[in-house]
């Protein structure tokens, strides 16, 4: 039993920070598609760029589902549904799906980025040889934040599917022991 409401804490505060995060990403998503950032790894405008729309559409999407679900998770935690929780775990594992291909996508295309940043800025005032590119740097570092961050929310994804999932087992069990009773009672009468 001390378990149980372990696991129910656990999903409560997961599904939370979940919410919280969705929240700020489509805040930050909706005031950068009307007020987009200044150029600073790029030498040109950044809302010319169709990546960038695209990148906004995608960051949209993710955290749209992100709200859905976590407002889900919440939901199926307040009531005593073996199945709207099962929901929500496949929610969850296409959750980790998404940040599986983002972090293969992010890994991927890191090597061609970088030559392609360093041929655009190759010769640029702020970028003269033998210097260190401050722009290049800005956008390695930001990288590695984005691949630390995409490992933090899988780790999190996990401890929140487990929580689930043990939470899951639990309410389906009980459900059955209490059909069980009631076609017991039934069978008396």
């Not at 929240?23 to 200044?38: C, G």
């Not at 995409?150 to 929580?163: D, T």
Request: aromatic share 12%.
């Amino acid at each position: 039993m001390a378990f149980t409401r372990f696991a129910r804490c656990v999903a409560t505060l997961t599904n939370l920070v979940f919410l919280s995060v969705a929240v700020s990403l489509l805040l930050i998503t909706l005031l950068s598609a009307f007020n987009p950032p200044k150029p600073v790894v790029s030498p040109e405008k950044v809302n010319e760029y169709p990546q960038f729309i695209v990148t906004l559409l995608l960051i949209g999407c993710y955290a749209t589902f992100l709200f859905v679900l976590s407002l889900l998770g919440l939901i199926s935690l307040c009531f005593l549904n073996s199945i709207l929780l099962f929901v929500f775990i496949l929610g969850q594992v296409a959750m980790m799906f998404i940040i599986g291909i983002s972090f293969a996508f992010t890994l991927t295309v890191r090597k061609r980025l970088h030559l392609k940043l360093e041929d655009i800025w190759k010769n640029k005032p702020s970028c003269m040889e033998g210097q260190t590119c401050i722009p290049l740097e800005t956008f390695r570092s930001s990288e590695s934040l984005l691949i630390f961050l995409l490992v933090i929310f899988l780790v999190v994804q996990i401890i929140q599917l487990i929580a689930s999932w043990y939470l899951c087992e639990r309410r389906s069990s009980q459900e059955k022991y209490k059909l069980q009773l009631q076609k017991a009672d039934e069978d008396d009468e």
